[in-house]
DNA sequence: GTTATAGGGTACGCGACGTACCCTATGGAG
DNA sequence: CTCCATAGGGTACGTCGCGTACCCTATAAC
């Protein structure tokens, strides 16, 4: 039975004891020993892949979630942004989005794991979404051209992850979505097709 | 000579201790017996006092700062809005910022930890300036009153924020600030004067 | 078949947290 | 003035986790 493993298939094993390990217990409860045995390996096996436990959790987590990029088309610049702002949260609040808080958190003091997260995170084409969005609006006639800007486009996923890093906390609230939806965002847009007065 | 020292005075040179492990180190490297030895005692005395790492890493935070909350008067808004965003960054970027971004990366895993901090931070304090920053801009008719919203207080600084945590770094270019006001924080304060379209 | 390579088992060194003892100075109660 | 409870000092220890070092052994490639 039990063949020895090699290559591919213990590399995926030990990947899935780590993202176990890591939807279980967090960025912080991951542990080397843990995973060796979770994996049924050792410690070698693992270090001969991966340089040091930061790199480990970085893998296991894009082993983890490849997330799909939402594309709303609902017809009105609110229902898009509401969409949006909707799907991240959801994201965000699943175990895949505790994760992801938990390696950001440990990744604020090592800079190298902080870089790989951002190249992961897919924030590029979370911005680019967003633009087109805005795009959209604009050709449908409801949104002036100026509202076409990355850091329009950028706004509403900062606040998000603002109000992350700021309560705690697993999930916003609809209703904080709402706001900065109809607060902020929107009015924003408007504010972008008033000439600087 | 050394006289063995006692009560508040062999606290404060606990702290004191502590506080400058936390600027040289960061949180991460701010151990126990570090501080023991810095502040010429044992481990005991500060187990006597702080239950754990974390509520000594608090405690020393506090012991080091007390921002002075910056009262902007330039006579524009945007030279208000600038000013609080330069003294915040100033702030985040100084040793003490340093300090404070590290332990909010500790705290993010620790939720007591991170209902002392938010207590700490004086984000109340922060909402309410830019509120009567607003109040100002709508008192000089250079704003419309809709504008003064907890919201639109609210987002400069928790983009600072984000920026921060995105990126990973020290400081925030000059010219970031500079387009969160001119861009965003303005255009939103124009568009709350114009009805919903 | 033989052999280089990758896995398995295990032990270790190191640093850090938190705890346990056992002495000793100190200051307050009598 | 004396005695004693209390807080400090010194130090050692248990535990855990990272990362490393050996030493065997299965396996795949030749």
Redesign the interface.
């Known amino acids: 039975m039990g063949a020895r493993r090699r290559g591919e298939e213990l590399e995926q094993a030990i990947l899935r004891a780590a993202a176990e390990e890591l939807r279980e217990s967090?960025y912080?409860g991951l542990t080397m020993d843990k995973v060796a045995v979770r994996a049924g390996t050792n410690k070698n096996a693992i270090y001969r892949r991966w340089p040091h436990r930061a790199a480990l959790g970085i893998a296991a987590y894009r082993h983890l979630t490849d997330a799909a990029m939402p594309d709303p088309d609902t017809g009105t610049l609110r229902g898009d942004a509401l969409e949006m702002l909707r799907a991240a949260n959801e994201t965000w609040s699943s175990p895949y989005g505790a994760v992801l808080?938990?390696l950001?958190?440990?990744?604020?003091?090592e800079?190298e794991l902080?870089?790989l997260m951002?190249e992961r995170s897919g924030?590029d084409t979370m911005d680019r979404a967003w633009l087109t969005m805005l795009e959209r609006a604009v050709a449908r006639g409801e949104a002036p051209a100026a509202a076409v800007?990355p850091?329009?486009a950028a706004?509403p996923m900062?606040?998000l992850?603002?109000?992350y890093?700021?309560r705690?906390i697993p999930t916003v609230p609809d209703r904080t979505l709402v706001?900065?939806v109809d607060?902020?965002f929107?009015?924003?847009?408007?504010?972008?097709?008033?000439p600087?007065?």
Chains 1, 2 share one sequence.
């Open positions: 967090g912080a808080r938990s950001l958190a440990a990744a604020a003091d800079p902080l870089d951002r924030a800007h850091l329009v706004m900062m606040l992850r603002a109000e890093a700021t705690g706001d900065i607060e902020l929107l009015p924003l847009v408007r504010g972008r097709g008033v600087r007065g």
